[in-house]
Nanobody, 124 residues
């Protein structure tokens, strides 16, 4: 079955960096656009970033643009989220997701597969 397994979360001070990884299995990775989402307590899940099937295109939420970078390694079937200049408001559970859609998608309901999430906590 399809599995998406996130890792790399943790506790970091404001201004610090983290790199999240999402290892995929059970699907044709290169046939899926990948996305990162996050959900803070009491809030809806929100889009963070998405990357196209071959990695040639990426799209970011305004709140993370210029600070976060999404990338992927199709040979390793892994998608990454490099997070720099972290802020306390970035604190959330971060999820990766996969969609067979040909275009970059920001709506979580359009993603077919989801990981279990990894906690990111940014202290002030």
């Amino acid at each position: 079955q399809v599995q998406l397994v996130e890792s790399g979360g943790g506790l970091v001070q404001a201004g610090g960096s983290l790199r999240l990884s999402c290892a995929a299995s059970g699907l044709t990775f290169s046939s899926n656009s990948m996305g990162w989402f996050r959900q803070a307590p009491g809030k809806e899940r929100e889009f963070v970033a998405a990357i196209s099937k071959r990695g040639g295109s990426a799209y970011y939420a305004d709140s993370v643009k210029g600070r976060f970078t999404i990338s992927r390694d199709n040979a390793e079937t892994t998608v990454y989220l490099q997070m720099n200049s972290l802020k306390p408001e970035d604190t959330a559970v971060y999820y990766c997701a996969a969609t067979g859609a040909a275009v970059l998608i920001i709506r979580p309901t359009r993603y077919e597969y989801w990981g279990q999430g990894t906690q990111v906590t940014v202290s002030s």
